[in-house]
């Protein structure tokens, strides 16, 4: 290596502080951007399929479930379709969480009900009470690739296992 020049090493000068001009913007643009808070429905996202069983009084029905959920943010979209030799249900939905409160509506086509939905979700986690065209509590548990669904009302109880 030869000796450089004043002006050589005036120019690697201006280049190395140049560089780190470069470095330290890139990192302050990095670190000032926003980051997306974790959304209680983050696990819930996409196709599950499984079944389980609905109480009615003394009688208990197995079912077939599938259900479709579509996380935009902090806002989730679903839809549970389960059937059994008795039962047809098409239910569907919104929810939106602000920090861990959750507040939503549904509906079911096959017997022609609808309402709200509130309650709270975190860490995979979704406890609701549901009022409209009739009362009941709801829990939706997932964890990873499996999810547990429970509905209780006065007059039925689902219980349903799903997967991924």
Not at 63 to 83: D, H, K, N, P, W
Request: glycine share 12%; net charge positive.
């Amino acid at each position: 290596m030869g000796i450089l020049s004043p002006e050589q090493r005036r120019s690697t000068h201006v280049r190395k502080c140049v560089d780190g001009f470069v470095i330290a913007l890139f990192l302050i643009f990095l670190f000032a951007l926003p980051v997306r808070a974790a959304s209680p429905f983050d696990g819930l996202a996409g196709s599950w399929s499984g079944g389980g069983s609905i109480s009615t009084g003394e009688n208990r029905e197995r079912i077939s479930c599938r259900a479709t959920y579509r996380v935009a943010g902090t806002s989730v979209e679903m839809s549970l379709r389960c059937a059994s030799a008795s039962y047809n249900i098409n239910a569907s939905g919104s929810m939106r969480a602000s920090g861990n409160s959750i507040s939503g509506e549904f509906s079911e086509s096959s017997y022609g009900v609808s309402g709200t939905l509130s309650g709270r979700a975190s860490g995979g986690n979704i406890s609701a009470r549901i009022s409209g065209g009739f009362s009941a509590t709801l829990s939706v548990n997932t964890s990873g690739r499996s999810q547990s669904i429970s509905l209780i009302s006065e007059n039925a109880r689902v219980s349903i296992g799903l997967r991924r």
